[in-house]
């Protein structure tokens, strides 16, 4: 073992020494209380009276131990004597497995599992490529669906099932909220305590592996909630735990979250961001997620991140920006990153931070992705006005195009958006039933053709009426009620045109596959028109959203070009539950000019509907390399 002084500032595989290690006949226990005065393992093998461990003479803050007759499936936990003579009973902070809560205790546990998923692996890379379409479905596992009695289920039955459902709705990816144990089931996993074990709730490590592993063998991608900016302060988990500050800050200045009543971590110990990056690689190798989307990163830049004035400590410069936080979350991506070349790292990031899905040796964060909190927050604000009103905002709901290409974003209709009395994503829909259900279907139209990878959170897909809670499955018989199958019907042509029109997923990161197209008509700031564009040769995509409850016939629209366009979805057909206003599946554009296009065509856009149409590429010159779209 190293001394401290000699240590290589990064060492990201805690996980192979930390923790309950099985070793033949005993298990290997090696735990980091640098200001402990004793440290004893005491668990199910001996009676939960403490044996003692040794502290490695090293200055590195290791206590270690062997414990014959300590097997797999054993219970334990560290007993440890603080620095102030207390003595405190701690769960192993890289436990592989924890007690079923309310159990707090560790679970000596192993991680083998014979993995079926070799075709997908293999294939990840170009599946998951900036220029591929994603589409994520967000998952809550234990109130998607339940038993008939109410109990959760296991991973290996949300399998089977979770993997039917998205394959039918062709989403490419789901995103599982965070399955780390937590104590508090109402935290829905924002508060981690085991944060190496997955929550025993819904079963075991394999058991979770199962979950992903069907997946993958669907062709289905798989996300997880990874939260690296706060814990919470239980006194079983990582508070204090040699009876000092050592994973958080001692001032609560600096380490007290007021919004969450947590914990924050110190980023400027080594220890803690071996901790924290040793914890994202072993998600990604050991349960083989296909990304992470981190938590919460805008309270981890900034220091004053929800306090007023006096409850924080500006960093040496003076300003607001946490630089222990900046360099974590660089180090972080970066070692991802290096290990993992072909998996996402998400940011949840609600500010106008520069640079986070930018790489590190731009001065960037080194993310992947960033969620687009700004068109989320906008559009949503623009659907719920009533449609009169909609005519003086129409600024608010095209803004997005002039950042939608600043970073590579993920556009996303989330949890957070159904919760705490918002209500649903059609019940914020303004008119009665039917305009509210239009709207619903606009709103989708919206965002399948907006640049940006897509994000639904689960019931969004079939108009799911309450608010969500997490104690209650989503409402699954609505599926037979016409309006709701028609949502579902329309999200999963939605994922199948995006999936198939290479001009609406290749360029989601790039501004030359976007431009806004003229529309003639009364009242233009209710209507949305733009074209999408992939790569030469690629026939493109052409939106259109009516934003209020009139019909425009005749609306005089401008085109790249002259020619048929097919007409491919249309959210006011009847198999969605629209009124069947349309334009008999083509329009016809003549080369008569409009504003800045060669061509327009005249056309019925029905009441808030999308049109999504598709131009003839065999009529498409092929534009020099270079060469701006027209």
Not at 141 to 152: K, N
Not at 580 to 589: I, S
Not at 602 to 617: H, I, K, N
Request: glycine letters at 10%; charged letters at 20%; aromatic letters at 12%.
């Amino acid at each position: 073992m190293q001394r401290a002084a000699d240590r290589p500032s990064h060492h990201h595989r805690q996980f192979e020494v930390m923790g309950a290690h099985p070793d033949g006949p005993g298990t290997r226990f090696t735990v980091w209380a640098p200001n402990a005065r004793r440290v004893c393992v005491a668990g199910s093998f001996n009676g939960w009276h403490g044996e003692p461990l040794q502290r490695l003479e090293d200055g590195s803050g290791l206590w270690h131990g062997r414990v014959e007759g300590a097997h797999a499936g054993d219970f334990y936990k560290y007993r440890i004597e603080g620095a102030h003579g207390e003595w405190m009973d701690k769960a192993d902070p890289y436990a592989f497995r924890s007690e079923h809560p309310p159990g707090t205790a560790s679970q000596i546990w192993g991680l083998a599992h014979d993995w079926g998923d070799r075709e997908w692996m293999a294939q990840r890379g170009e599946r998951q490529s900036h220029r591929a379409p994603i589409s994520i479905y967000e998952v809550h596992l234990g109130s998607w669906q339940r038993e008939e009695d109410g109990r959760v289920l296991n991973y290996r039955d949300l399998a089977v099932r979770l993997a039917s459902h998205c394959r039918t709705l062709g989403f490419t990816h789901v995103e599982l909220m965070p399955v780390a144990e937590h104590p508090f089931y109402g935290s829905w996993g924002y508060q981690t305590t085991g944060y190496y074990a997955p929550t025993a709730r819904y079963g075991t490590p394999q058991d979770l592996m199962v979950l992903v592993d069907t997946l993958h063998r669907q062709g289905i991608g798989v996300i997880l909630d990874w939260v690296g900016s706060h814990f919470p302060s239980d006194r079983h988990a990582l508070a204090r735990f040699d009876g000092t500050e050592l994973y958080e800050h001692a001032d609560p200045r600096l380490g007290y979250h007021p919004q969450w009543n947590s914990l924050i971590f110190n980023y400027g110990r080594y220890e803690v961001r071996d901790f924290l990056i040793s914890n994202a690689l072993f998600w990604l190798e050991k349960y083989h997620f296909d990304g992470l989307r981190v938590d919460a990163v805008a309270s981890m830049l900034y220091l004053d991140f929800a306090r007023e004035p006096g409850q924080w400590i500006p960093n040496p410069e003076g300003g607001n920006q946490n630089l222990e936080a900046v360099r974590f979350l660089q180090d972080l991506n970066s070692a991802v990153y290096a290990a993992f070349p072909d998996v996402h790292m998400i940011a949840e990031e609600s500010t106008a931070w520069a640079g986070v899905s930018r790489p590190v040796h731009d001065g960037g964060l080194g993310f992947g992705m960033k969620w687009n909190m700004g068109w989320m927050n906008d559009t949503l604000r623009y659907l719920q006005r009533p449609h009169f009103f909609r005519r003086w905002h129409g600024d608010d709901i095209r803004f997005s195009s002039v950042y939608a290409f600043n970073e590579n974003f993920v556009l996303p209709l989330s949890h957070d958006e159904v919760v705490y009395g918002k209500g649903s994503l059609l019940g914020r829909q303004p008119g009665d039933e039917w305009q509210r259900f239009a709207g619903l279907r606009v709103l989708y139209g919206l965002m399948w053709t907006h640049p940006g990878k897509k994000l639904l959170f689960m019931g969004g897909e079939f108009g799911q009426l309450q608010e969500w809670h997490h104690e209650r499955t989503l409402d699954w018989h609505l599926w037979a009620r016409p309006l709701h199958a028609g949502v579902a019907r329309w999200v999963a042509d939605l994922n199948d045109a995006y999936r198939n029109l290479p001009a609406l997923h290749v360029n989601d990161f790039h501004g030359e596959g976007f431009a806004w197209l003229p529309v003639e008509t009364p009242e233009p700031q209710t209507v949305l028109a733009f074209v999408r564009r992939g790569e030469a040769g690629d026939p493109p995509v052409v939106a259109l959203c009516n934003l209020t409850p009139e019909p425009r016939h005749g609306l005089r629209l401008g085109l790249p070009h002259a020619g048929p366009w097919r007409e491919l979805l249309n959210s006011d057909a009847p198999c969605y539950g629209g009124s069947g206003m349309g334009n008999l599946g083509r329009v016809d554009a003549a080369e008569q000019p409009l504003a800045d296009r060669p061509a327009s065509a005249s056309l019925t856009l029905p009441p808030l509907a999308t049109l999504v149409l598709v131009g003839d590429v065999e009529r498409l010159d092929a534009p020099s390399p270079g060469a701006d779209p027209p």
